[in-house]
């Protein structure tokens, strides 16, 4: 079946690190990708989407390039900050009538000053 | 602009009692969701409705039911709860019917079975 793998944290990075969050997918169609953030103590907010192979999804700072080649959507951000402290998800939509949201395990990100 | 809400925010339940966790949304999306939070285990799909009148099992259903009351409400339901269920639980709800399929998320019920 589908499945999201992501990167295990915790990632520890100082304010103004470059950051890389990997994620790669398996599905068997041509799915819509996303990257989820969730703050402490809150329900998870949309950060980014890409639709198609080479779209690039950015929000915020952050970003993320659907490669269909190498099945993965790795988000990026140049310059974080404290504030960017999150656990972040990878997730995918199969284009089928299920409309099923499959989510990774998260991966942990804590920005020191 | 409530999105999805959810209720309780907090519960704590003792070994084989059950509860329904409630769910509702004003967004007119067709698909509703339900999660569970672990650590170190993502969010994992218990059940989940593509539209209103449907539902489906998702990767761990068992020992949950739930109800698509209407088009705005998805509850899900403890029939006799174990500490195995002890968790977060997130309702999500999309538009559904269309791509890309991005998800909106309540706040979240935190789960305590003792």
């Known amino acids: 079946g589908d499945s999201v793998t992501q990167m295990e944290g915790p990632v520890t990075l100082s304010e103004e690190a470059f950051l890389t969050i990997n994620c790669t997918y398996t599905?068997?169609?041509?799915?819509?990708l996303f990257w989820y953030v969730q703050y402490p103590g809150e329900g998870l907010q949309l950060l980014l989407k890409?639709?198609?192979?080479?779209d690039k999804g950015s929000n915020k700072g952050f970003e993320a390039t659907y490669r269909k080649e190498t099945t993965s959507f790795h988000l990026e951000k140049g310059s974080v900050q404290v504030s960017d402290s999150a656990v972040y998800f990878c997730?995918?939509?199969?284009?089928?009538?299920?409309?099923?949201?499959?989510f990774g395990s998260g991966t942990r990100l804590l920005v020191r000053p | 602009n409530a999105g999805v809400t959810q209720t309780p925010k907090f519960q704590v339940l003792k070994t084989g009692q059950s509860m329904t966790l409630q769910c509702a949304q004003d967004?007119?999306?067709?698909?509703m969701y339900w999660y569970r939070q672990d650590p170190g285990m993502g969010l994992r799909l218990i059940y989940y409705?593509?539209?209103?009148?449907?539902?489906d099992k998702g990767e761990v259903p068992n020992g949950y039911n739930v109800s698509r009351l209407n088009k705005r409400e998805f509850s899900l339901r403890l029939e006799s709860a174990a500490p195995s269920q002890t968790s977060v639980y997130f309702c999500?709800?999309?538009?559904?019917?269309?791509?890309?399929?991005?998800?909106?998320f309540g706040q979240g019920t935190r789960l305590t079975v003792v």
């Open positions: 999500a709800s999309s538009r559904g019917g269309a791509w890309p399929n991005e998800a909106f």
């Open positions: 997730a995918l939509s199969e284009m089928d009538s299920s409309y099923k949201l499959i």
């Open positions: 409705s593509a539209s209103e009148g449907t539902t």
């Open positions: 599905a068997t169609g041509y799915p819509s």
């Open positions: 890409a639709t198609k192979a080479d």
């Open positions: 967004m007119n999306h067709n698909s």
